[in-house]
C-alpha cells in the first residue's frame, strides 16, 4: 500500500482518488478551494443555479467505470438521462439541423433533410466522415485512451504523427459549409483553432452518434456530490483551502507536496491540476498553453421563455451556445449562454438578433470573463489547446517519478469522457509500479 497525495479535487481528481483509494491506498486529496468539484460545482446568485462548464457528456461508459471499481455501481448514486439530441445548430442562412445522437440513420435523414433544400442531399457525406473514425477509435482506445502500450502498432504511431489537421480533413469531406460547422463546433467551443487540431481527433462525431449524449440529473453538481461522498466511503483525507504551492524532490523523486499547512508526505503523487502552477513540473509543462474558456453569461429568467434543446448553437460573428437547465424558483429558468468570438453588443441583444428576445424576463445574470473562469477554476478545465502533432502534454507519468497526471491538461481530448480515462490510466500506472 501506496501513500498517495492527489493534488486538485475537479473530476480528474476526485476520479483518481476514488480508484486509488479502491485499489488499497493511504490517499490523500489536496484541495485550494473551500469546496470540492472544481468546474462541476455549480454558478449559485438569487436562487438559480447552473452548471459552471458543460452540462451534458459523451461515454456514459466512463462514468459507469469509474462507480462500480470504486464502490457502489452509479444507478444507485444518481441518473444518467440520455437526450434524443446532441444540440441544434442554426445557421446565418437561417436553415438549422438537430444532431441526433446515438443513431447513424437519424443523422443520414437530419442532414439530408437540411442540404436536400438546397439540391443533391449530403446526409451520406456525413455519415461517411463519421464512419471514417470507427476504426480510429478503436486503435487509440486500446492503446492510448484506456491504457498505454509501450510498443503501440505502427498504426497508432501513425495516426498520432500524421500532418494533416481537422480542418483540411472537413474541407475535403464537405462542400457545404453548415456541415463544416456542425463537425468543428465541439472544438472551436473548446477554445481550438481548426488549422492546430489533428485530424484525428475529429473521432467525437463518431462517439456523438454512436453513444449519443447524456446528462447528470440535477445537473453536474450532483455528479460532484456523488463524488465528494465516494471520498467519505473510501476514506480518503480530503483537505480543502488547502493549495499544493510545490513538490518537494529527493534524488529527484517526489517524496511529499508541500502546502501552506505544511508538507505532506508522499510514496506517490497525482497531479490533477495545471501542472504549470507547481514550480517543480512547470519546466516540463513549458511548450503547452491552456485552452481559453469562453465568455460566459448565466441568465435567471422568469415567465414565459422559448422551450429549447439541452444545447443550441447559433453560428454567427460571435457564435452562441446556448445551454438551459440548472435549477430555479418556481416559475423561473436557468439558462447558460457561452460566447465565441467578437462580442460588440449585450449578449442579450445578440440573442434577441437570433429571435430569442428574453430582455423582459431577465431577474438576474453572472457574467464570467475567461480570466475570471480561469481564476475560479484555478485553471483551464479545457485542459491543453492544440498546436498541432506536436502539442505538449505530462499524462499519465511525467519525467519527475513518482508523480504522474490525470485532468483535461493530460489527455488529448477534453470534457469528463478523457478527464475520466486519464483518472483510469493513472490507477493502472500506479497499479504496476
Request: no cysteine; proline share 7%.
Amino acid at each position: 500500500m501506496a501513500r498517495v497525495v492527489v493534488v486538485g479535487g475537479g473530476f480528474g481528481g476526485l476520479a483518481s482518488a476514488a480508484r486509488l483509494a479502491k485499489l488499497g491506498h493511504e490517499v490523500t486529496l489536496l484541495e485550494g478551494e473551500p469546496a470540492l468539484g472544481g468546474a462541476l460545482r455549480p454558478v449559485q446568485q438569487d436562487g438559480f443555479a447552473w452548471d459552471a462548464s458543460a452540462s451534458t457528456t459523451l461515454l456514459p461508459a466512463v462514468v459507469r467505470d469509474l462507480f462500480r471499481k470504486s464502490g457502489r455501481p452509479l444507478e444507485r448514486e444518481l441518473d444518467l438521462e440520455p437526450l434524443d439530441v446532441v444540440r441544434e445548430h442554426r445557421f446565418a442562412d437561417e436553415t438549422s439541423v438537430r444532431l441526433p445522437g446515438g443513431s447513424r440513420a437519424a443523422q443520414l435523414a437530419a442532414f439530408d433533410e437540411l442540404t436536400g433544400k438546397r439540391g443533391r442531399p449530403q446526409g451520406q457525406a456525413w455519415v461517411d466522415h463519421v464512419a471514417s473514425y470507427g476504426e480510429v477509435w478503436e486503435l487509440l482506445r486500446r492503446h492510448v485512451f484506456e491504457q498505454r502500450t509501450s510498443s503501440p502498432p505502427a498504426e497508432v504511431t501513425a495516426l498520432l504523427r500524421s500532418r494533416e489537421t481537422l480542418h483540411r480533413r472537413l474541407r475535403r469531406s464537405f462542400a457545404d459549409e453548415r456541415l463544416r460547422l456542425v463537425a468543428a463546433h465541439p472544438f472551436e467551443a473548446a477554445g481550438h483553432t481548426l488549422r492546430d487540431v489533428p485530424a484525428w481527433a475529429g473521432l467525437t462525431a463518431y462517439l456523438e452518434q454512436r453513444f449519443g449524449a447524456w446528462r447528470p440529473a440535477g445537473g453536474m453538481g450532483s455528479l460532484a456530490a456523488a463524488l465528494a461522498d465516494r471520498m467519505t466511503t473510501r476514506r480518503v483525507a480530503v483537505h480543502t483551502s488547502t493549495p499544493a504551492l510545490d513538490l518537494v524532490l529527493r534524488g529527484g523523486r517526489a517524496v511529499a507536496v508541500r502546502t501552506s499547512e505544511g508538507e505532506v508526505d508522499a510514496d506517490a503523487v497525482v497531479v490533477a491540476t495545471d501542472p504549470r502552477r507547481l514550480p517543480a513540473l512547470a519546466p516540463y509543462a513549458g511548450r503547452s498553453m491552456p485552452a481559453i474558456p469562453p465568455f460566459i453569461v448565466h441568465l435567471g429568467l422568469s415567465g414565459d421563455v422559448p422551450d429549447l434543446p439541452a444545447e443550441l448553437v447559433l453560428h454567427g460573428e460571435p457564435t452562441l451556445t446556448l445551454r438551459p437547465g440548472g435549477r430555479a424558483p418556481e416559475g423561473g429558468h436557468a439558462w447558460t449562454v457561452q460566447v465565441r468570438g467578437r462580442l460588440h453588443e449585450d449578449v442579450l441583444l445578440a440573442l434577441a438578433r437570433h429571435r430569442i428576445d428574453v430582455r423582459e424576463q431577465v431577474a438576474t445574470r453572472v457574467d464570467l470573463s475567461p480570466r475570471e473562469l480561469v481564476e475560479r477554476w484555478n485553471g483551464s478545465p479545457l485542459g491543453v489547446q492544440w498546436r498541432g502533432r506536436s502539442t505538449s502534454r505530462l499524462g499519465p507519468v511525467t519525467p519527475i517519478p513518482g508523480v504522474y497526471a490525470a485532468g483535461a491538461h493530460a489527455v488529448a481530448g477534453d470534457g469528463l469522457p478523457f478527464v475520466g480515462l486519464s483518472a483510469a490510466l493513472v490507477a493502472q500506472e500506479l497499479a504496476t509500479a
